[in-house]
């Protein structure tokens, strides 16, 4: 693989950008067909080959992926399923270079989200970004800065936006459906098993550009499994509550209407039961100050009980929110139901989500404002991907900076947290049925940060504003003018 010197990158890049800019805005044209490569093919990038596929108007082209064997198999189903030859690339910065191509759908790890997006822009795609938005706070501001500067759409793929059920109800929310917002609870419950504990040297599969794919990362291996449990190591995940957070975070500050940052954010956290490499915590309470509302985010990755392959459910559900009234509470994910201070039902929230899980309803949206050039019209928009996404980043700084204090010293230290101490004990109960010793087992104690809204940092901390950027490894930089 020629590896491209970062100068004439760009310079290949803007004059591409220039290209696209000025002589190739016709894919507005409605009946002009958009050619649409995915980056990134494993996982969601496999739905993405078929979702982009399946919308009129809409031509898939290619794919990117720096493991070429995930990459062949996924041009032969292509093949296979649609009759047509995928153009494949090893290197995004040949697809950015390819004046045939329109649209780049990144579906590649979150360390890479922003430079995609950001080189996206300067070679004058447009983009559609999976979630979360960023890796960091400040990656996002780059991203917002490319896409203007460039005139670019660039979605986000948190596609509940696209449920318009969902955005009529947090309307009537916001206006007072449930009277006044007294709290908002998000809650993701799951099951995940520990990815293990290798050591000595590990090799990458032979298939895979493992320079290519740390990308902006250092390029230690610690994981077994090398796709998808990157999600656990700080360095390319930004673990549970950045990997499924982002989805529920904004449910919560889209049902209050919460448009800007918080003014405090706070975590309780650690990593129970697996002896593994993984860095990041599987047991998660975070709390979010809002005017409107205070929101508090409860996260466990362990079975309901040792042994048990089901998971918790809080008010009968195990993904999803719980906005709290002072005349009805809102329970609900994808649809949802309004019930009375008794408990009983009086409304059901439900509507169109679409195919695959509500993302060909957010895929849809980007190719309309794609062709209408009114990144308006994008339902999750980076300032919106952002907002949410900083929610995960946020909580996240809390747990690193935090201390390990005992788990049984706990409910004291939460006297002044009710809505957190409250969580917690409900954490504590579900770590002894997984075994855990009460008396002995640590927790991490993140300390509450006071948050600036308007300069999106923090006031009091300089410890945390060093986590709102990362180190960067060249050529891989995300630029400081875009
Ligand atoms: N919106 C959703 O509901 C949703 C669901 C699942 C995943 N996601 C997001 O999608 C992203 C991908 O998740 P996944 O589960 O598919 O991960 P994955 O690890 O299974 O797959 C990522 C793929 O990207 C490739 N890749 C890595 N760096 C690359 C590069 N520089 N250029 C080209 N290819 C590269 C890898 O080789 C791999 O094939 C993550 O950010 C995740 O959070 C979103």
């Not at 493992?210 to 902006?216: A, S, V």
């Not at 610690?222 to 509550?241: I, P, Q, S, T, V």
């Not at 039961?273 to 599987?282: H, I």
Request: glycine share 8%; charged share 25%; proline share 4%.
């Amino acid at each position: 693989m020629t590896q491209l010197n970062r100068r004439s990158f760009l310079a290949a890049a803007s004059a591409t950008a220039m290209t696209t800019l000025t002589s190739r805005p016709s894919f507005a044209a409605a009946n002009d067909e958009l050619r649409v490569v995915v980056v990134g093919v494993n996982g969601i990038g496999r739905t993405h080959l078929n979702g982009f596929s399946q919308i009129s108007g809409v031509r898939v082209v290619g794919a990117c992926d720096v493991d070429s064997a995930v990459l062949g198999q996924r041009a032969e189903e292509h093949q296979k399923k649609f009759q047509q030859k995928l153009k494949t690339y090893n290197d995004m910065r040949r697809v950015l270079d390819d004046p045939d191509v329109d649209a780049v759908v990144l579906a590649i790890p979150n360390h890479w989200h922003a430079l995609g997006t950001v080189w996206g822009c300067q070679a004058g795609k447009d983009v559609y970004t999976e979630k979360p938005c960023s890796h960091n706070i400040w990656e996002a501001g780059q991203m917002k800065k490319a896409a203007d500067k460039y005139e670019r759409i660039v979605q986000v793929g948190i596609q509940r936006r696209s449920f318009t059920h969902l955005q009529d109800f947090f309307q009537e929310v916001q206006a007072g459906a449930l009277g006044k917002v007294k709290q908002v609870k998000g809650v993701y419950l799951t099951r995940r098993d520990s990815i293990g504990k290798p050591t000595g040297t590990l090799k990458p599969p032979a298939t895979v550009n493992h320079d290519m794919w740390c990308g902006p990362a250092p390029t230690k291996l610690e994981r077994a499994k090398y796709h998808y449990d990157w999600h656990w190591f700080w360095d390319y995940g930004n673990a549970e509550l950045g990997n499924n957070g982002p989805h529920i975070l904004d449910l919560c500050r889209w049902s209050i209407g919460a448009e800007e940052f918080p003014t405090a954010v706070s975590s309780v956290g650690g990593r129970y039961v697996w002896d593994d490499n993984g860095q990041t915590p599987n047991t998660h309470i975070l709390r979010y100050e809002y005017a409107k509302a205070p929101i508090t985010f409860e996260i466990r990755d362990l079975p309901t009980a040792t042994g048990k392959k089901d998971t918790c459910k809080y008010m009968d559900i195990s993904y999803g929110i719980v906005v709290e009234g002072e005349d009805a509470t809102y329970v609900g994910f994808d649809t949802g139901k309004v019930i009375d201070p008794d408990g009983k039902v009086i409304r059901e929230i439900t509507g169109n989500t679409g195919s695959d899980g509500g993302r060909q309803l957010h895929r849809e949206n980007f190719v309309k404002a794609v062709r209408s050039r009114n990144a308006s019209e994008l339902n999750c928009d980076v300032r919106t991907g952002h907002l949410s996404t900083a929610l995960c980043h946020l909580g996240n700084i809390s747990h690193r900076l935090g201390e390990s204090v005992s788990l049984s010293s706990l409910n004291d230290q939460l006297q002044d947290q009710p809505l957190v101490q409250e969580a917690a004990k409900r954490m504590e109960s579900h770590l002894e049925a997984n075994g855990v010793d009460l008396a002995s087992a640590q927790v991490e104690f993140g300390p509450t940060l006071a948050i600036a809204p308007k300069t999106e940092s923090f006031p009091q901390s300089e410890a945390a504003n060093g986590l709102l950027k990362r180190e960067y490894r060249a050529p891989y930089v995300v630029p400081e003018l875009v």
